[in-house]
């Protein structure tokens, strides 16, 4: 028993019991009900040829209900963790920036008391300048 296929449009064969069969491009049929002698002919005319092999596929695997809740679950969890990860980043984040708003306000308050210090100093130099020039006249 071999498999054949039918290559042409149709193929009229003679069966072993002495009727017709009909059977129209792309059915697979045995060779065993088929006379040799109408299988020799439907291949020599290219009307038929041998059926390519049947390859079993790998069965699908079928998810239980219990395995989508196990899926949904541990996608929750991840989910949960990067984002419990997430807000600890901002509030990390939002401790650094306090803490360098306190830095610059203490490094302000620094450069205006030098600033103030320097306009004394100059202030006080100013009229001692005056008072030198005033002697020179």
Same mark, same amino acid.
Do not use: C, N
């Given at each position: 028993?071999?498999?054949?296929?039918?290559?042409?449009?149709?193929?009229?064969?003679?069966?072993?019991?002495?009727?017709?069969?009909?059977?129209?491009?792309?059915?697979?049929?045995?060779s065993d009900a088929i006379t040799e002698e109408g299988i020799e002919h439907a291949r020599t005319q290219g009307l038929i040829d041998d059926a390519p092999e049947v390859v079993e596929e790998e069965p699908i695997?079928?998810?239980? !209900? %219990?395995?989508? *809740?196990? &899926?949904?679950?541990? $996608? #929750?969890? /991840? =989910?949960?963790? +990067?984002?419990?990860? @997430?807000? !600890? %980043?901002?509030? *990390?984040? &939002?401790?650094?920036? $306090? #803490?360098? /708003? =306190?830095?610059? +306000?203490?490094?302000? @308050?620094?450069?205006?008391?030098?600033?103030?210090?320097?306009?004394? $100093? #100059?202030? /006080? =130099?100013?009229?001692?300048?005056?008072?030198?020039?005033?002697?020179?006249?």
């Open positions: 028993m071999s498999a054949l296929i039918v290559t042409a449009a149709v193929a009229v064969l003679p069966t072993r019991d002495g009727r017709e069969q009909y059977l129209y491009e792309g059915a697979v049929f045995d695997e079928v998810l239980t !209900q %219990a395995d989508i *809740d196990a &899926a949904v679950k541990d $996608a #929750e969890e /991840a =989910k949960d963790a +990067e984002l419990a990860e @997430a807000r !600890q %980043a901002v509030v *990390d984040k &939002a401790h650094e920036v $306090a #803490e360098a /708003a =306190k830095q610059l +306000e203490a490094d302000k @308050a620094v450069f205006e008391t030098a600033q103030a210090d320097a306009k004394k $100093a #100059e202030a /006080a =130099k100013a009229p001692a300048a005056k008072t030198t020039a005033a002697k020179q006249s």
